[in-house]
C-alpha cells in the first residue's frame, strides 16, 4: 500500500520475483502531500556512518538497472561539495567505506565554482548526482502501472495468520502478505513512533542567463542546508533540512509559510551571491520522520513496513524495495 518511492520500488521487486502485487493509492501517484513529489533529489555516498556510506554504494548500481529496465535517463552526475563543521568526520566515514572523496581548498572551490561562496575548504564528493525524482517515479510507475488502483484509501489492516485484510473505502482487498509504506501517514496507518514535518524549498536562478555547471551541495550547519541544480525547473534549488515544522499530514495546509521561505532566502544570499534572490518558485513537501533518521524495514506477522524516510530515503529507492521485497517473500 503506498504509491510513493518506497511502495512503487516494492512492487517492482515483487513482480520481479514472479509475485503477483497489486498497488492501493489513497490520492495519485506523485499527489502533494506525499513526500515522493517534487522535481529532483540528491544521489550521494556522503554519510557519517561507514554502513549507511556502503548502503548508498549498494544502492548505486540498482539505479543503473532501473534506467537499463526503463529505458530513461534518471540520474545526472554532477559531483558535490561538502563543508562545514562535519566534513572531517563525513570523510573519514566514506574512507573507511572505500568511497571516492577527496579534499578541495578553498582557494581551488572558488576557482572551480565561482558562482558558490563557500566559507572555507570543502570536500569534493565525485559520485554524486542528481536525481530527477519526477521521471523516477514515472519510470517506476510504468513497470507496475497495470497494478496500480489510485484514489483507494485504506481505513483497516487485519491479519488473522493466514492471510492480510485490507479494508478500503470501496471494499475489502485480501492477500499473504501486506507491504504498507504510508509516507506521512505511517504514525496514524501502523502506530508507529513517527512524525510528519512539512519542509519548504524554494528555486532561484543566476541574474545573468548563462553560467558555468553548478554542483550539488551540502552545508553541514543547523539546520544542513542544501542545493542542486534542477534542470526539470531551469534552476537551482536550495532547502533546509529538518527546519519545518510538525504537522498533521491530513489537516495541514500545503502552502509555504513567509519565515520558511524567508530563511532559504538567507541562505541564498549568503551561499549564491551571483543568483537573483527572489525565488523563482517555492513549494512544501512532507517529510515521514524517525527520531533518530534511520529507516522502518520490518515484517510483523504477515505485515511488512517501509516508513520513515526523514527526508534522505529517496537515493536508496530501488534498494529499499528489494529489501522490502525480502521481507514479503520471507516467511
Request: proline share 7%; net charge negative.
Amino acid at each position: 500500500m503506498g504509491g510513493g518511492l518506497l511502495g512503487l520500488s516494492a512492487a517492482r521487486a515483487l513482480r520481479a520475483r514472479g509475485r503477483d502485487v497489486l498497488v492501493l493509492e489513497r490520492e495519485t501517484v506523485g499527489h502533494a502531500r506525499g513526500g515522493s513529489k517534487g522535481a529532483s533529489r540528491i544521489f550521494r555516498l556522503g554519510y557519517l556512518d561507514p554502513r549507511d556510506v556502503r548502503m548508498a554504494m549498494d544502492a548505486r548500481p540498482l539505479w543503473t538497472e532501473l534506467e537499463a529496465e526503463t529505458g530513461c535517463r534518471l540520474l545526472a552526475p554532477t559531483g558535490q561539495l561538502t563543508f562545514g563543521a562535519g566534513m572531517h568526520a563525513l570523510r573519514r566515514a566514506m574512507t573507511d567505506a572505500g568511497a571516492p572523496v577527496r579534499a578541495m581548498s578553498a582557494a581551488e572551490v572558488r576557482d572551480r565554482y565561482p558562482d558558490l561562496a563557500v566559507p572555507g575548504d570543502a570536500l569534493f564528493e565525485p559520485d554524486s548526482a542528481v536525481i530527477d525524482a519526477a521521471a523516477t517515479l514515472a519510470a517506476l510507475r510504468r513497470t507496475v502501472d497495470d497494478v496500480i488502483r489510485e484514489h483507494m484509501a485504506v481505513t483497516d489492516i487485519v491479519d488473522d495468520g493466514r492471510r492480510v485484510r485490507v479494508t478500503t473505502e470501496a471494499g475489502d482487498v485480501e492477500a499473504d502478505v501486506a507491504v504498507v509504506c504510508p509516507g506521512p501517514w505511517s504514525a496514524k496507518v501502523l502506530a508507529l513512533e513517527t512524525f510528519a514535518t512539512l519542509e519548504h524549498v524554494a528555486y532561484f536562478r543566476r541574474r545573468e542567463r548563462e553560467y558555468p555547471p553548478m554542483p550539488i551541495f551540502i552545508e553541514f550547519a543547523d539546520p544542513a542546508v542544501y542545493g542542486l541544480p534542477t534542470p526539470a525547473m531551469g534552476a537551482f534549488k536550495l532547502a533546509l533540512h529538518h527546519a519545518g515544522p510538525v504537522v498533521d499530514p491530513d489537516c495541514t495546509n500545503l502552502d509555504t509559510r513567509p519565515e520558511h521561505v524567508d530563511a532559504i532566502v538567507r541562505a541564498a544570499v549568503r551561499l549564491l551571491p551571483t543568483f537573483d534572490p527572489t525565488p523563482v518558485h517555492v513549494e512544501t513537501c512532507m517529510y515521514d520522520n524517525t527520531e533518530s533518521e534511520e529507516f522502518v524495514l520490518e515484517r510483523r506477522g504477515r505485515v511488512v513496513i517501509g516508513a520513515g524516510t526523514s527526508g534522505h530515503g529517496f537515493k536508496f529507492g530501488p534498494l529499499l524495495g528489494d529489501r522490502l521485497a525480502d521481507l514479503a517473500t520471507t516467511a
